[in-house]
């Protein structure tokens, strides 16, 4: 199994209040990825890093920032929580274009 | 819009018979697609790939199949086994946008014993 885990698996936080998951990764891969899974939506990718300092939009960014100051962690932040944004959140890495992604094993976010 | 499609969110089989999982995509600069399982609590992970240049790829039970010309791909299980039930997503990457993958929305699979 790829090295990647993220922190923490389950969170409940309130509306508004900030939020931070952090992906780890011991591969030393160049690409990491956050996405986040919803019922009837499957897996939508939120940013990605191509490299440290590094990161591109996804399909679903709004309300989400991302930093890569290590290769080996990309950090995911909700700057202020919305309900909308409860769901599961997987990072994933790869180690070149075109290579497979690998997953983390998810982070469950709870918004009330 | 969805790139990658997965029109059926689910599917029974009887243990021992063939499962067949479909996945039809819309943008023809895809050349290499893949399928990952997820459990329950866990993160997805990879099963079997396929590049364009073949139309076929086996591994085990699992034999991937693509139809460029139909943009469709199928994930054929045989025999099918109760720890086969999970979510099947399919995927393909775009290698011109950081390797993004764009993910089907999954199709839940129950194998009965």
């Known amino acids: 199994d790829a090295g990647i885990t993220q922190s923490p698996r389950h969170k409940v936080t309130e509306t508004g209040t900030p939020v931070t998951l952090r992906c780890h990764q011991t591969?030393?891969?160049?690409?990491m990825y956050w996405y986040r899974q919803d019922p009837g939506h499957g897996l939508r990718l939120i940013h990605y890093?191509?490299?440290?300092?590094?990161?591109d939009k996804g399909e679903v960014s709004d309300g989400y920032s991302v930093s890569r100051s290590k290769t080996e962690d990309f950090l995911l932040t909700l700057e202020s929580a919305t309900s909308s944004q409860t769901s599961v959140y997987f990072c994933?890495?790869?180690?070149?274009?075109?290579?497979?992604?690998?997953f983390g094993p998810g982070t469950r976010l709870t918004v009330l | 819009d969805q790139q990658v499609k997965q029109n059926s969110p689910s599917l029974s089989v009887q243990e021992g018979r063939i499962s067949i999982l479909n996945c039809d995509y819309t943008n023809s600069m895809f050349d290499y697609f893949l399928w990952y399982k997820k459990y329950p609590a866990e993160g997805p992970t990879f099963l079997i790939s396929?590049?364009?240049?073949?139309d076929k790829n086996e591994d085990g039970r699992f034999t991937v199949f693509l139809n460029k010309s139909a943009k469709h791909l199928s994930l054929h299980i045989v025999p099918s086994q109760p720890g086969d039930s999970a979510v099947y997503f399919c995927a393909a990457p775009h290698r011109f946008a950081g390797n993004q993958f764009y993910f089907g929305t999954g199709t839940s699979l129950t194998v009965i014993p």
């Open positions: 396929i590049s364009s240049i073949k």
């Open positions: 890093s191509y490299g440290v300092k590094d990161t």
């Open positions: 994933a890495i790869a180690n070149a274009v075109g290579d497979t992604q690998y």
């Open positions: 591969e030393n891969h160049r690409y």
